[in-house]
């Protein structure tokens, strides 16, 4: 019999009832050191209480009262993403594959209302991840992600992540955007280097298209600036962000220059519950929050720490750890053996993790994460390794 909860997820046996901090408690009574942040979501990690009181009082006001009319949480929030980004202008709504649709649309809109409505092409990178909708998934070009829904969206063109040879040649007169994540999540924890990103800047302005960039993982300071792209030291034209925007609140939002938005007038585009007050509550309060001063030397330091950790760790077991990669504090460790037999190696010793492509086991703490959290992570991480059989 079909179960009530639609099976579209491999769940593990696994339910929890509380967090605090770094921690999920469960309803068996275990603690379990969060080192997924529900994918990268909880950046300030579980029950932060700035986040419980900022939605406490804005519940006790109002929850949702339609775009229709004014927002004023949206136009708070958005001042503050423009003050801290690239960006002139944004449009909130629910989750990551939200934004990037919006992201795609702009594009073509751009375009078709610079009088040019052929170029609506769309060149992304294979082994990207851009959400589950069926033009979001069209992006990723995953065939895992495509099975069972085929026709895929036409519009979408894929190259080799990194090559800008091959980026340059599937250049056509029909494109209008190229899009590629900053550091590769579901594929695999993959960091474009900074030197590539900078050259895609340069080939947008060349064939004058707009070059989108996926900061759904990566935006929200987990990779140790507020966006991964910042590190570049160049700026997209149109940014998809979600997961840490609300802290573990629904929130995402599209992040958008005055030029790239220009057709994106009244009736262009729209969302229900997008940006509503209590979503806005949150993404006001993470804002606030990741704005402190020792914020980002904080997550820095961390990052550095978890790093320099990791290597001493993973070079005891060479046959369980291939390599680390990642960016601050998004870090994947390749995996030796199946990265589903590790992953539940360290669930069943008290360390959730996240899997990714190519053999990958994410590991996606809370920014807030401290240095006793990170040794006992690093506990658990070398008494797992330590059980698998050279």
Known sequence: MVPVVMPTYARADLAFERGEGAYLYATDGRRFLDFGSGVAVTALGHAHPRLVEALRQQ????????????????????????????????????????????????????????????????????????????????????????????????????????????????????????????VQGEGGVIPGDPDYLRRLRATADEFGVLLMFDEVQTGMGRTGTLFAHEQAGIAPDVMGIAKGLGGGFPVGACLATEKAARGMTAGAHGSTF???????????????VMAEPGFFPHVEQMATLLRGRLEETCARFPHVVEQIRGRGLMLGLKARI?????????????????GAGDNVVRLLPPLIIGEREIDEAIDILSRTFSEVPR
Request: include cysteine; charged fraction near 20%.
């Open 59 to 182: 519940a006790g006001k109002l929850w949702h009262c339609s775009n229709l009319y004014r927002v004023p949480g949206q136009e708070k929030v958005a001042a503050k993403l423009v003050a801290r980004s690239f960006a002139d202008t944004v449009f909130f709504c629910n989750s990551g594959a939200e934004a990037m649709e919006c992201c795609i649309k702009m594009a073509r809109k751009y375009h078709h209302a610079g009088g040019n409505p052929q170029r609506y092409r769309v060149i992304c990178a294979e082994g990207g991840f851009h959400g589950r909708t069926l033009a979001t998934v069209a992006a990723g070009g995953q065939k895992k992600h495509m099975e069972g829904f085929a026709p895929a969206v036409e519009g979408f063109d894929h190259v080799p992540y990194g090559n800008l040879n091959a980026m340059r040649a599937a250049i056509t007169a029909e494109t209008a955007a190229i899009l590629v994540e900053p």
């Open 274 to 288: 997008g940006g509503n007050p209590l979503a806005m509550a949150a993404a006001d309060t993470v804002l606030d």
């Open 338 to 354: 199946p990265n589903t037999e590790l992953s539940a190696k360290l669930l069943a010793n008290g360390l959730l993790t996240v």
